[in-house]
Protein backbone atom coordinates (compact mmCIF):
# COMPACT_ATOMS: atom_id res chain seq x y z
CA UNK A 1 0.00 0.00 0.00
CA UNK A 2 1.18 3.91 -1.07
CA UNK A 3 1.59 4.37 2.60
CA UNK A 4 2.63 1.58 4.22
CA UNK A 5 5.38 1.97 7.07
CA UNK A 6 4.84 5.97 7.26
CA UNK A 7 3.41 7.29 10.46
CA UNK A 8 1.26 10.84 9.84
CA UNK A 9 0.19 12.99 12.51
CA UNK A 10 -3.86 14.32 11.92
CA UNK A 11 -5.10 17.00 14.13
CA UNK A 12 -8.42 17.82 14.30
CA UNK A 13 -9.24 14.33 13.35
CA UNK A 14 -12.29 13.16 15.52
CA UNK A 15 -15.12 15.35 13.01
CA UNK A 16 -15.45 16.92 9.72
CA UNK A 17 -12.48 16.88 7.21
CA UNK A 18 -9.50 15.42 9.60
CA UNK A 19 -11.83 12.28 10.19
CA UNK A 20 -11.88 11.34 7.06
CA UNK A 21 -8.07 12.15 6.07
CA UNK A 22 -7.47 10.05 9.78
CA UNK A 23 -9.48 7.22 7.95
CA UNK A 24 -7.99 7.78 4.39
CA UNK A 25 -4.32 7.60 5.20
CA UNK A 26 -5.13 4.32 7.50
CA UNK A 27 -6.55 3.06 3.70
CA UNK A 28 -3.52 3.47 2.73
CA UNK A 29 -1.40 1.72 5.02
CA UNK A 30 -0.22 4.60 7.39
CA UNK A 31 -0.17 4.18 11.31
CA UNK A 32 -1.82 7.29 11.82
CA UNK A 33 -2.30 9.36 15.28
CA UNK A 34 -5.47 11.39 15.90
CA UNK A 35 -4.88 14.68 17.80
CA UNK A 36 -7.98 15.35 18.89
CA UNK A 37 -9.55 18.00 21.71
CA UNK A 38 -12.59 15.90 22.09
CA UNK A 39 -11.14 12.75 23.69
CA UNK A 40 -14.60 10.51 23.20
CA UNK A 41 -15.00 10.93 19.73
CA UNK A 42 -11.15 10.82 19.33
CA UNK A 43 -11.09 7.54 20.59
CA UNK A 44 -14.85 6.49 18.30
CA UNK A 45 -12.72 7.53 14.78
CA UNK A 46 -10.08 5.53 16.45
CA UNK A 47 -11.65 2.56 17.38
CA UNK A 48 -13.43 2.93 13.89
CA UNK A 49 -10.45 2.64 11.73
CA UNK A 50 -8.84 -0.44 13.96
CA UNK A 51 -12.26 -2.66 13.57
CA UNK A 52 -11.12 -2.04 9.56
CA UNK A 53 -8.38 -3.23 10.08
CA UNK A 54 -5.92 -0.08 10.07
CA UNK A 55 -3.69 1.07 12.44
CA UNK A 56 -4.88 4.19 14.61
CA UNK A 57 -4.31 5.48 18.34
CA UNK A 58 -6.01 8.40 19.59
CA UNK A 59 -4.62 10.92 21.85
CA UNK A 60 -6.81 13.66 23.20
CA UNK A 61 -4.47 16.71 22.74
CA UNK A 62 -5.53 20.75 23.18
CA UNK A 63 -2.68 21.62 20.08
CA UNK A 64 -3.01 25.20 21.35
CA UNK A 65 -0.54 23.85 24.32
CA UNK A 66 2.56 23.25 23.08
CA UNK A 67 3.47 21.19 26.02
CA UNK A 68 0.68 18.60 25.66
CA UNK A 69 1.42 18.19 21.56
CA UNK A 70 5.23 17.74 22.14
CA UNK A 71 3.52 14.85 24.48
CA UNK A 72 1.75 13.42 21.37
CA UNK A 73 4.68 13.80 19.40
CA UNK A 74 6.40 11.31 21.93
CA UNK A 75 3.66 9.24 22.40
CA UNK A 76 3.47 8.70 18.53
CA UNK A 77 6.77 8.31 17.81
CA UNK A 78 7.13 5.49 21.01
CA UNK A 79 4.18 4.00 19.72
CA UNK A 80 5.16 3.53 15.82
CA UNK A 81 8.71 4.05 15.86
CA UNK A 82 8.90 6.86 14.13
CA UNK A 83 6.82 10.24 12.75
CA UNK A 84 7.08 10.88 9.05
CA UNK A 85 4.24 13.53 8.38
CA UNK A 86 2.04 16.11 9.83
CA UNK A 87 -1.35 17.18 8.58
CA UNK A 88 -2.34 21.02 10.71
CA UNK A 89 -5.85 20.28 10.19
CA UNK A 90 -7.40 21.73 13.66
CA UNK A 91 -8.79 24.86 12.99
CA UNK A 92 -11.69 26.82 13.79
CA UNK A 93 -15.68 26.13 12.29
CA UNK A 94 -17.89 23.66 13.05
CA UNK A 95 -16.95 22.30 16.06
CA UNK A 96 -15.60 25.65 17.58
CA UNK A 97 -17.52 27.95 15.30
CA UNK A 98 -16.36 31.46 13.54
CA UNK A 99 -19.23 34.62 14.35
CA UNK A 100 -19.84 35.79 10.42
CA UNK A 101 -20.02 39.32 10.86
CA UNK A 102 -18.32 42.48 9.16
CA UNK A 103 -14.58 43.10 10.22
CA UNK A 104 -15.31 46.17 12.42
CA UNK A 105 -17.98 43.55 14.77
CA UNK A 106 -15.39 40.97 15.42
CA UNK A 107 -15.13 40.14 18.83
CA UNK A 108 -11.57 41.04 19.78
CA UNK A 109 -11.36 37.71 22.09
CA UNK A 110 -12.10 35.87 19.03
CA UNK A 111 -9.80 37.27 16.42
CA UNK A 112 -6.98 36.22 19.20
CA UNK A 113 -8.37 32.90 19.22
CA UNK A 114 -8.72 32.37 15.46
CA UNK A 115 -5.03 33.04 15.17
CA UNK A 116 -4.11 30.92 18.06
CA UNK A 117 -6.07 27.50 16.90
CA UNK A 118 -5.68 28.26 12.91
CA UNK A 119 -1.96 29.57 13.23
CA UNK A 120 -0.25 29.58 16.32
CA UNK A 121 -1.07 26.06 16.81
CA UNK A 122 0.30 24.77 12.98
CA UNK A 123 3.63 26.44 14.24
CA UNK A 124 3.35 24.00 17.46
CA UNK A 125 3.44 20.97 15.48
CA UNK A 126 6.02 21.83 13.00
CA UNK A 127 7.78 22.40 16.42
CA UNK A 128 6.84 19.74 18.13
CA UNK A 129 7.40 16.97 15.20
CA UNK A 130 10.58 18.49 13.92
CA UNK A 131 13.08 16.19 15.62
CA UNK A 132 11.47 12.85 14.54
CA UNK A 133 11.41 14.34 10.95
CA UNK A 134 14.73 14.91 11.16
CA UNK A 135 15.75 11.69 12.68
CA UNK A 136 13.32 9.90 9.78
CA UNK A 137 15.86 11.54 7.69
CA UNK A 138 12.64 13.92 6.04
CA UNK A 139 8.94 13.91 6.14
CA UNK A 140 5.76 16.25 5.01
CA UNK A 141 4.00 18.59 6.56
CA UNK A 142 0.89 19.76 5.12
CA UNK A 143 -1.07 23.24 6.61
CA UNK A 144 -4.70 23.17 6.26
CA UNK A 145 -5.84 26.72 5.01
CA UNK A 146 -8.80 28.03 3.01
CA UNK A 147 -9.77 28.78 -0.47
CA UNK A 148 -11.24 32.19 1.12
CA UNK A 149 -8.11 33.33 1.12
CA UNK A 150 -7.71 33.27 -2.35
CA UNK A 151 -11.44 34.74 -2.72
CA UNK A 152 -11.88 37.11 -0.01
CA UNK A 153 -15.03 35.83 1.66
CA UNK A 154 -16.76 38.63 3.33
CA UNK A 155 -18.05 38.26 7.20
CA UNK A 156 -14.78 36.36 8.45
CA UNK A 157 -11.72 38.49 8.31
CA UNK A 158 -10.00 36.74 11.27
CA UNK A 159 -10.32 33.43 9.91
CA UNK A 160 -9.40 34.39 6.11
CA UNK A 161 -6.18 36.14 7.70
CA UNK A 162 -5.12 33.61 10.06
CA UNK A 163 -5.42 30.65 7.13
CA UNK A 164 -3.93 33.29 4.55
CA UNK A 165 -0.81 33.49 7.35
CA UNK A 166 -0.10 29.98 7.12
CA UNK A 167 0.75 30.28 3.26
CA UNK A 168 3.65 32.28 4.41
CA UNK A 169 4.62 30.62 6.97
CA UNK A 170 4.64 27.10 5.07
CA UNK A 171 6.69 28.77 2.34
CA UNK A 172 9.23 29.85 4.73
CA UNK A 173 9.33 26.47 6.36
CA UNK A 174 9.71 25.10 3.01
CA UNK A 175 12.86 27.29 2.62
CA UNK A 176 14.29 26.29 6.32
CA UNK A 177 13.75 22.68 6.28
CA UNK A 178 14.57 21.46 2.65
CA UNK A 179 17.68 21.09 3.60
CA UNK A 180 16.78 18.55 6.07
CA UNK A 181 14.63 16.95 3.25
CA UNK A 182 11.36 17.74 5.29
CA UNK A 183 8.35 19.26 2.58
CA UNK A 184 5.87 21.86 3.88
CA UNK A 185 2.86 22.26 1.60
CA UNK A 186 -0.19 24.02 2.08
CA UNK A 187 -3.99 22.59 1.20
CA UNK A 188 -6.73 25.35 0.86
CA UNK A 189 -10.22 23.26 0.93
CA UNK A 190 -13.36 25.01 -1.19
CA UNK A 191 -17.02 25.38 0.84
CA UNK A 192 -16.58 21.73 2.31
CA UNK A 193 -20.36 20.06 3.92
CA UNK A 194 -18.18 18.54 6.45
CA UNK A 195 -20.80 18.95 8.89
CA UNK A 196 -21.82 15.91 10.49
CA UNK A 197 -25.94 16.64 11.01
CA UNK A 198 -26.43 19.22 8.55
CA UNK A 199 -28.93 21.64 8.92
CA UNK A 200 -31.39 22.36 6.16
CA UNK A 201 -29.70 25.86 6.33
CA UNK A 202 -26.32 24.41 6.76
CA UNK A 203 -26.87 22.73 3.25
CA UNK A 204 -28.03 25.62 1.81
CA UNK A 205 -25.00 27.39 2.88
CA UNK A 206 -22.74 24.83 1.52
CA UNK A 207 -24.57 24.67 -1.73
CA UNK A 208 -24.29 28.45 -2.27
CA UNK A 209 -20.51 28.46 -3.77
CA UNK A 210 -21.73 26.00 -6.43
CA UNK A 211 -22.02 28.76 -8.83
CA UNK A 212 -18.66 29.94 -8.50
CA UNK A 213 -16.93 26.88 -9.33
CA UNK A 214 -16.18 25.25 -12.66
CA UNK A 215 -17.22 21.91 -11.04
CA UNK A 216 -20.65 22.55 -9.91
CA UNK A 217 -21.19 20.45 -7.04
CA UNK A 218 -21.11 20.82 -3.75
CA UNK A 219 -17.67 19.66 -2.13
CA UNK A 220 -17.18 17.14 0.45
CA UNK A 221 -14.76 15.47 2.59
CA UNK A 222 -14.18 12.63 0.09
CA UNK A 223 -12.83 15.11 -2.64
CA UNK A 224 -9.62 16.23 0.16
CA UNK A 225 -8.92 12.74 0.77
CA UNK A 226 -6.85 12.00 -2.26
CA UNK A 227 -4.61 15.22 -2.15
CA UNK A 228 -3.51 14.28 1.27
CA UNK A 229 -2.55 10.77 0.69
CA UNK A 230 -0.87 12.28 -2.36
CA UNK A 231 1.70 15.34 -0.45
CA UNK A 232 2.02 11.86 2.63
CA UNK A 233 3.03 9.70 -0.13
CA UNK A 234 6.69 9.46 -2.11
CA UNK A 235 4.93 10.38 -5.27
CA UNK A 236 5.10 14.28 -4.15
CA UNK A 237 8.25 13.67 -2.77
CA UNK A 238 9.69 16.98 -5.26
CA UNK A 239 6.91 19.02 -4.29
CA UNK A 240 7.23 21.73 -1.28
CA UNK A 241 6.29 25.23 -0.78
CA UNK A 242 3.36 24.93 -2.88
CA UNK A 243 -0.34 25.79 -2.25
CA UNK A 244 -2.91 23.43 -3.39
CA UNK A 245 -6.53 24.79 -4.10
CA UNK A 246 -9.05 21.52 -3.82
CA UNK A 247 -12.38 23.66 -4.43
CA UNK A 248 -13.61 22.54 -7.50
CA UNK A 249 -11.86 25.34 -9.28
CA UNK A 250 -13.60 28.72 -7.41
CA UNK A 251 -10.20 30.26 -7.25
CA UNK A 252 -7.30 30.12 -9.16
CA UNK A 253 -4.05 30.27 -7.05
N1 LIG B 1 -15.47 22.78 6.00
C1 LIG B 1 -15.07 23.76 5.20
O1 LIG B 1 -15.84 24.35 4.44
C2 LIG B 1 -13.62 24.20 5.21
C3 LIG B 1 -13.17 25.03 4.18
C4 LIG B 1 -11.85 25.46 4.19
C5 LIG B 1 -11.00 25.08 5.21
N2 LIG B 1 -11.47 24.28 6.22
C6 LIG B 1 -10.53 23.92 7.29
O2 LIG B 1 -10.38 22.52 7.35
C7 LIG B 1 -10.19 22.11 8.71
C8 LIG B 1 -11.26 21.09 9.09
O3 LIG B 1 -12.54 21.67 8.89
P1 LIG B 1 -13.89 20.95 9.33
O4 LIG B 1 -14.95 21.49 8.47
O5 LIG B 1 -13.68 19.49 9.44
O6 LIG B 1 -14.02 21.59 10.80
P2 LIG B 1 -14.70 20.99 12.12
O7 LIG B 1 -14.97 22.14 13.00
O8 LIG B 1 -15.83 20.08 11.75
O9 LIG B 1 -13.54 20.08 12.74
C9 LIG B 1 -12.43 20.65 13.40
C10 LIG B 1 -11.79 19.59 14.29
O10 LIG B 1 -10.75 20.23 15.07
C11 LIG B 1 -10.91 19.85 16.43
N3 LIG B 1 -10.37 20.90 17.30
C12 LIG B 1 -10.87 22.14 17.53
N4 LIG B 1 -10.11 22.80 18.40
C13 LIG B 1 -9.09 21.97 18.75
C14 LIG B 1 -7.98 22.08 19.63
N5 LIG B 1 -7.75 23.21 20.34
N6 LIG B 1 -7.14 21.04 19.75
C15 LIG B 1 -7.36 19.89 19.04
N7 LIG B 1 -8.40 19.73 18.21
C16 LIG B 1 -9.26 20.75 18.07
C17 LIG B 1 -12.41 19.67 16.62
O11 LIG B 1 -12.74 18.91 17.76
C18 LIG B 1 -12.77 18.97 15.30
O12 LIG B 1 -12.55 17.58 15.37
C19 LIG B 1 -10.22 23.39 9.54
O13 LIG B 1 -8.92 23.87 9.74
C20 LIG B 1 -11.01 24.34 8.66
O14 LIG B 1 -10.74 25.68 8.96
C21 LIG B 1 -12.73 23.83 6.24
Given amino acids: MRLEGKTVIVSGAAHGIGRAYSERLAADGANVALLDIDGGRNEEVAAGICAKKGRAIAIKTDVRDLAAFERAAAQTAKQFGAINGLVNNAGML ?66 VASKSALIGFSRTLARELGASWIRVNVVCPGSTLSEEQPTDDTVAMREAPVKVRCLQRVEKPADLVGTIAF ?17 GGSAFN
Fill in 231 to 247: LMSDDSAFITGQTLLVD
Fill in 94 to 159: NVIPITRCNFEDIPDAEWDQAFTLNTKAAWYGCKSVLPYLRQAGGGSIVNIASSTVFRGVPTRAHY
